[in-house]
């Protein structure tokens, strides 16, 4: 039975744990996205109506990339505090309390700090425009909004489509988090894996290796409850098996945890 008590005890020694990496974190995000947003921001990067396509893009992309890499934060600040995965399994909480904490909170703290940035960073590009006197003037979350608001031209099937595959790779990086835990950057593992993965589906399939993202929607519009189904078979199956790499507690070789 999961605890809440213990959940919470152990979520407060995971904040402690963490802080460093988290203050860290907020500091590359809100450089990173002050100088995106302030750079993209120029004429021949907007459309022929104005509007920050590119700045848009990267509005929507940092949130969307947090949670699809959240698996890869479970065992980060690990790698400055070098006692943390021992001293982890001693304090008390169950193994599936433990491991919805580390999975959980980065994720919900991480996703906040990206969209604060993007605001905070957003806000800056608009004050350095009324400095230097930059047209045309805007915020890019009021242009992203109006987008939103407006009709939406995408083919049938693409937005499930869509999330079934975010929701299928977020579930890879959780499983490659915990296979690479002892590895500072085990994103660059697992995103070297579904790079050799999907080149070798191209390989296996030829006609994926043409239009691949035509045919896999257009074939999920007409047949949506298979892929519905695979895709969350394989989801879950991931899960499982990121816990139960996640309950060893003796780590086999030095990148690898099996």
């Known amino acids: 039975m999961i605890n809440l008590h213990r959940m919470l005890h152990f979520a407060k020694w995971t904040l402690a744990v963490d802080k460093p990496y988290y203050r ?19 004429d021949y990067l907007l459309d022929k109506n104005g509007n920050p396509f590119i700045a848009i893009g ?5 949130p969307i990339a947090t949670v699809v890499f959240a698996g890869s934060y479970m065992f980060q600040s690990f790698h400055k505090y070098k006692e943390g995965i021992r001293e982890m399994f001693l304090i008390p909480a169950s193994n599936i309390e433990k491991f ?17 940035s993007l605001l905070i960073a957003d806000v800056l590009q608009y004050l350095v425009g009324m400095i230097i006197h930059r047209e045309p003037l805007f915020f890019v979350f009021i242009e992203l909004w109006k987008g939103v608001s407006g ?3 995408l083919p049938d099937g693409t937005i499930l489509f869509v999330t079934l595959l975010l929701f299928w790779i977020h579930t890879i990086y959780l499983l490659g988090g915990n296979i690479f835990r002892n590895v500072k950057y085990n994103w660059a593992f697992t995103s070297l894996f579904l790079l050799l993965l999907f080149i070798v589906m191209g390989k296996i399939i030829p006609v994926l290796a043409h239009h691949p993202g035509r045919i896999l929607i257009s074939s999920c519009n007409q047949h949506p409850v ?5 895709f969350l078979a394989v989801g879950v199956l991931n899960f499982w098996l990121s816990y ?15």
């Open 226 to 230: 298979p892929y519905i189904i695979g």
């Open 24 to 42: 860290m974190s907020m500091t590359m995000y809100l450089a990173a996205t002050a100088i995106c947003l302030q750079l993209l921001n120029i």
């Open 58 to 62: 990267i509005y929507v992309a940092m």
């Open 244 to 258: 139960k790499l996640f309950c060893r507690r003796q780590i086999i070789g030095r990148f690898i945890n099996i």
């Open 151 to 153: 009709p939406f031209d």
């Open 100 to 116: 919805l904490v580390r999975y959980i909170l980065p994720t919900i703290i991480l996703l906040a700090m990206t969209i604060v």
